[in-house]
Every structure is written in C-alpha cells, then in structure tokens.
C-alpha cells in the first residue's frame, strides 16, 4: 500500500485514503433544491471516484454579505443546512467523508469590487477588522473600487465567531463529518490574522485570539467535530508591502492553533490581495476572449475600461507567479515539524509522482500527511479513479476555468485539449473504479 492509498486519522475521524478534493468555489447558489442538486451533481462524483475526503468550497457564515464572488452558499440557514444531507449522504454512499469550508469575504466581498452587485445593494458595507489599508482607500478614491468598511467592535467580533459556530453546528447536523476554516485567499479570517489589516487594540488584535473564540464556538454548537484551518503566510504579497504574516510568525500560528485544539492544518503562501497567488499557471486568454462572456465581464467589473484593466493586471500576475507542484510543500513540511496534527498539502499538484513524494513514498521525511487537488476536479470530476491508479491529472493550470467565475459562471473546464482528452478516457471507462486504463 502506498502512503496516498493509507487512512488517516483527523480529529477521530478516520479518512480512508490520503487525496483530498481542496475547496474550489461550486458556484452552486443557495437556499433551494436546486442548490443542493448543484452540490450533488458538483461532489459526489469525487467521491464516487475514490477520494477519500470531499471540502465544501467557501461557505458563508452570515444571512447577507460576505460572498466574496456570486452564488456562493450560505450555511447560516438551519432549514436550508438540513436539506444538504442528500449531499452527506450521497458522500457517505460511497465511503467517503466530507467537510464544509467555511467563510466570510470580510473587504473581499462583492460590494467592494462587483459592479452589478453595487447597483443592487448600494447601502450594503463590507466588515472590516480594522480601517482598511492605504492601498484600499487609494483605490476607492480612484473609483476602482467602492469601500464601504464598518469595523468590527469586540461584541460584534465575538456575534461573529458564534455565527461561525452556529453554522458549524447545523453542518455537523446534516451529515458533515468535519469543519474547514477558510483563512486565506483575503478573507476575513485572514484579516484577522494579518497585520497589513488587523491594527485592533483590543483583545482581537492578536488574530490568533479570534481563531480560538471561533474554536470554542464550533465546539459548543457542533462538539468535538474534526476542526481545521489554513495557516496563512504573506510571503507572495508586492514588494510595497511592509507589513505581513512572515513565515517565522506563520509557524508559530500553527503552533498555536495545534495547542489551542486545531485538529488539522493547511499551510499556505498567499498575497494579502487577491491575486494569481491563489491560482497560479498560465494566464486564461481563452476565458477573457470568450465573446460570450464579454458582456459578464463588464457587468462585473463595473464597464468595459474596468474590465480591460483587470485582465491587464492579470495578465501581468501571470508572469510573476510561477507553477511549481506543490508550492506550499516547503512550508507545509516546516510546519508538521512544528505540531502533532495532520498537515495537509494543496497547491498545484498535478502528477500522481508528485503526490506520492511528499506523503513520503520516496523515502524522505513527509512533507504532508494528506495531499489537494482542486481545479484539476473541474476537468475529471472523477479523477481520483485515475489518481489512486497511477495516473496523472489532465489539468494545463490555463486557469480558463477561474475568471468566469467573477460572472458567477460554475467551475468547469473550458480548454478544447483537456475536455477532449477527458470525453476519451470516459469513452475507455477510465473513470469506472474496476478500471486499469
């Protein structure tokens, strides 16, 4: 037995194999059936394929605002939570676990950036952990973006870590097998724990203090659940940049979170902006030529100026960020020599090599405990059948999937090669788990 065909244990749960599907936005909506059906349809093929543990994307905590891109899915909703447990059910089915991610967008959300959203709520604020940034405020006066921050008093912080514990807890009702805590990617759990946001001088201005209260909260409302979350550093943020989470202050976080009672972590390079750090690989020029997704654009992004200069600054992105598999595995493997809980790896992981030397298989210390895919799921949405079989992903990283997706188009991959190349390997039933294609 391979080391990503192992079980591992995370806060008494016991995942039967080492390949997680990392959370990607599903794009699924919320509050009805069919966003479940969404759901349905999007997870329970990875399970059916093998995976061993199934993230829920980016769930929001509060009844409005938050959304950090269109139809997400709210979780604050007990009677809505209730009917996801045709989803849980449906991962069980195939002796899978699943665990939601959840989240709030915090400065990131839609009424900072999404035209169409700003029309629609014009009165609607962003919560903020603190005054926002210079580069924010700079940016607002520019007319780029629309910054409307209300910080956070300490009350308010506290009610906002019980909303996270409320959610947890009609998750665990439904079905769900653990909790994920987003903490990076710009959002409000990142704030907290950055200095470049969080110049609170209360208790709350050591972010780690709000890791706990939330800690606590999951476990009055859900128990002793499975709780992880991502350990962010900001060591991909711009040079102008001064202050940051550092890599020495990222090990001691995850130190922290491991004595607070964290059952698992995700360490993670990341920008304090929302950039191609997060995603990396080649610039998507087929996603921003698609004419018919020109006019998405530019309801999004506020105009057709707007929009043009947004794919100029990705553009640019793309070139400063390179792909190496597994770009977090350096930090990652500093940080399971820090702490006694799983560490879990995720970061443009393509190659089944890949997977098995950094759980270990070639004979050097492990660099992680479980090992993430995530866009490569929107090109083979059953691709741990190919995976745990030796196999590589069919993923370019050409990111043609993501800017679609600011329009609030679903995740699927829109690169002629790989869709081809996925309609003959299922045409060879390369997918049915029995198979040796």
């Not at 939570?81 to 990131?108: N, P, S, W």
């Not at 710009?186 to 780690?208: A, K, T």
């Not at 040079?239 to 979170?257: N, T």
């Not at 405990?369 to 691709?383: H, N």
Request: hydrophobic share 40%; glycine share 8%; net charge negative.
């Amino acid at each position: 037995m391979t080391a990503l065909e192992a079980p591992v244990d995370i806060g008494g749960v016991t995942v039967p194999n080492r390949l997680y599907r990392a959370p990607v936005l599903e794009c699924a909506g919320t509050g009805d059936e069919a966003a479940v059906d969404a759901l349905v349809d999007e997870l329970e093929p990875t399970a059916e394929s093998g995976v061993g543990l199934v993230f829920q994307g980016a769930s929001v905590v509060t009844e409005t605002g938050g959304f950090a891109a269109p139809n997400m899915t709210r979780m604050h909703d007990p009677e809505f939570v209730a009917r996801l447990e045709r989803l849980t059910d449906a991962i069980h089915a195939h002796e899978g676990k699943i665990f939601v991610q959840l989240a709030h967008g915090g400065l990131r959300s839609l009424s900072l950036w999404h035209g169409e959203y700003r029309e629609r709520y014009p009165d609607r604020r962003q919560l903020a952990v603190s005054r926002p940034p210079r580069a924010l405020r700079l940016l607002d006066r520019a007319g780029i973006l629309s910054l409307k921050p209300h910080v956070l008093s300490t009350e308010e912080v506290y009610d906002l870590a019980e909303q996270f514990g409320r959610s947890a807890g009609y998750a665990v009702d439904a079905g769900y097998d653990g909790i994920h805590l987003s903490a990076a990617n710009m959002g409000i759990v990142q704030q907290f724990l950055s200095p470049y946001y969080n110049r609170r001088d209360d208790e709350f201005g050591d972010g780690v203090r709000f890791l706990e209260v939330v800690h606590d909260a999951v476990r009055d409302h859900a128990g002793n659940v499975p709780l992880i979350t991502k350990v962010p550093v900001e060591t991909d943020s711009p040079p102008f940049v001064r202050s940051r989470i550092s890599r020495s202050s990222g090990l001691d976080m995850a130190q922290r979170l491991d004595e607070i009672g964290y059952d698992a972590l995700v360490p993670v390079l990341v920008s304090v902006f929302w950039d191609m750090s997060i995603i990396r690989g080649a610039f998507p020029d087929r996603a921003w030529a698609a004419a018919d997704l020109q006019s998405a654009y530019e309801t999004a992004f506020g105009g057709p100026r707007r929009a043009r200069a947004v794919e100029l600054l990705n553009r640019l992105q793309a070139r400063q960020f390179d792909r190496d598999p597994g770009w977090n595995a350096d930090f990652c493997r500093q940080v399971r020599r820090r702490v006694d809980v799983p560490v879990l790896l995720e970061g443009g992981l393509r190659a089944r090599a890949d997977c098995d030397r950094y759980l270990g298989d070639d004979g050097n210390a492990p660099a992680a405990d479980m090992v993430g895919m995530a866009r490569p799921f929107y090109a083979e949405p059953r691709l741990g059948t190919r995976l745990l079989a030796g196999h590589d992903a069919l993923c370019a990283s050409c990111n043609n999937c993501t800017i679609p997706q600011v329009a609030g188009e679903p995740g699927r991959c829109r690169t002629p090669s790989v869709v081809r190349a996925q309609a003959r390997l299922a045409e060879e039933n390369a997918y049915e788990r029995d198979s040796k294609t």
